[in-house]
Every structure is written in structure tokens, then in C-alpha cells.
T-cell receptor
Framework: GAVVSQHPSWVICKSGTSVKIECRSLDFQATTMFWYRQFPKQSLMLMATSNEGSKATYEQGVEKDKFLINHASLTLSTLTVTSAHPEDSSFYIC????????????FGEGSWLTVV | QKEVEQDPGPLSVPEGAIVSLNCTYSNSAFQYFMWYRQYSRKGPELLMYTYSSGNKEDGRFTAQVDKSSKYISLFIRDSQPSDSATYLCAMIKGGGYQKVTFGIGTKLQVIP
């Protein structure tokens, strides 16, 4: 099946620094990718929709200047957490849709961010 | 009222049991339905994807959709300890890559 890869799987950073997470569709092109955040024992919360070649669409309450999204190609979207704080520590997951299999949405493995 | 309701469990069953996981939804605009399995500290893994009302079978898994009742189910036959995970129902309102609405997930534990 289609594969979506995320990197890094785990990252620890100091408070105030920025962290970039990559999301790649490995065997299909994705004009749209999605970024989610998941807190322990909670469901996925959509943060933003990443559109190739255009600005991302952010959900209400998500700071676009803090969570920078870039979708420069049909196989890569990046999420940069800027000036990270401990409250940004979370599990970040991306997903992408494979047009060759209808509207099937595949998820990456997720990235654990810990801000110390 | 949430758009998608799912019992968070936990649900504990003995190995070999048939597991029934369910979600209800309130918006008839939902057209595409998915079930994902999520192991602890991992991203969700797609198990089943359905569009039409009725049953879809894949190995030990059967997805059932009843659009008239706004009710979807996932059945797992001959459950195994490796099936222990959180199962998320998810749905999309229309064509294209629109926002996916998730249930909260049901935590399943299959006891050897």
C-alpha cells in the first residue's frame, strides 16, 4: 500500500529553538497533506491542511506563525515548530491522500516532540 | 453533540473472540468511512476503507456501513493479542481531500 514517511520519529529540543518535521509520500504524489497533533489518550486534532504550491489552511486556534507549513513539492510537506515551548511537546502526525486509490488517506508514523 | 461518537472503552476480550467496534455519526454528508488501528506511540494504520452501505471484508476484518442509521462497525474475527490497539473510526464528507473527522478511538485489549 501507499506509504507516508515522517522524519524524525523522535526529537528533543531546547525551549526557544525551532524544530522541523518532514512528511513524505513515498510512492504517490500528494497535492494535499494534513498535519495533526495528538495528546495522550485523545484523538487526532487537525492543525492545518497543506496545499502544494500555496499557503496552508490553518484550523481555528492554531497559530500559523508558530507552526510554519511548507509544501514545496508533490511529495514533501514540512512542519516547523518555531520558538518551541514545553507546551508544544506532543505527537505530530501527517497524512496524505492517494488519488490513485480514491480518497484513501494514509498516515505517517508520527513524530514525538519533547521540548525541554 | 459531536459529529462522530465512539465509545473509548477500554474493551477487553479473550483471544479468539469476535470483537465489535462501533461509531455513530450525526451528519448525513459523510460519504467515506475508514477504520484505522493505532498502536501506542505510532501513527494510525489504515485497516478498512468503505463508501457504500453494506459489508466489506478483508481477512479477519469486516467493515459494515449503515447510512440510513448513520452507524458503522468494524468486526474482528479470531482476535489475537497483536490486535490490542486503539481503533479509530474516521469519515470524510465528500470527494477530494477534505478534512477527516475522527472518533475518539476505542482501546482494545485481547487477553491471551
Amino acid at each position: 500500500g501507499a506509504v507516508v514517511s515522517q522524519h524524525p520519529s523522535w526529537v528533543i529540543c531546547k525551549s526557544g529553538t525551532s524544530v522541523k518535521i518532514e512528511c513524505r509520500s513515498l510512492d504517490f504524489q500528494a497535492t494535499t497533506m494534513f498535519w495533526y497533533r495528538q495528546f495522550p489518550k485523545q484523538s487526532l486534532m487537525l492543525m492545518a491542511t497543506s496545499n502544494e504550491g500555496s499557503k496552508a489552511t490553518y484550523e481555528q486556534g492554531v497559530e500559523k506563525d508558530k507552526f510554519l507549513i511548507n509544501h514545496a513539492s508533490l511529495t514533501l510537506s514540512t512542519l516547523t515548530v518555531t520558538s518551541a515551548h514545553p507546551e508544544d511537546s506532543s505527537f505530530y502526525i501527517c497524512s496524505a491522500g492517494d488519488s490513485s486509490s480514491g480518497n484513501t488517506i494514509y498516515f505517517g508514523e508520527g513524530s514525538w516532540l519533547t521540548v525541554v | 453533540q459531536k459529529e462522530v461518537e465512539q465509545d473509548p472503552g477500554p474493551l477487553s476480550v479473550p483471544e479468539g473472540a469476535i470483537v465489535s467496534l462501533n461509531c455513530t455519526y450525526s451528519n448525513s454528508a459523510f460519504q467515506y468511512f475508514m477504520w484505522y488501528r493505532q498502536y501506542s506511540r505510532k501513527g494510525p494504520e489504515l485497516l478498512m476503507y468503505t463508501y457504500s452501505s453494506g459489508n466489506k471484508e478483508d481477512g479477519r476484518f469486516t467493515a459494515q456501513v449503515d447510512k440510513s442509521s448513520k452507524y458503522i462497525s468494524l468486526f474482528i474475527r479470531d482476535s489475537q493479542p497483536s490486535d490490542s490497539a486503539t481503533y479509530l473510526c474516521a469519515m470524510i464528507k465528500g470527494g477530494g481531500y477534505q478534512k477527516v473527522t475522527f472518533g475518539i478511538g476505542t482501546k482494545l485489549q485481547v487477553i491471551p
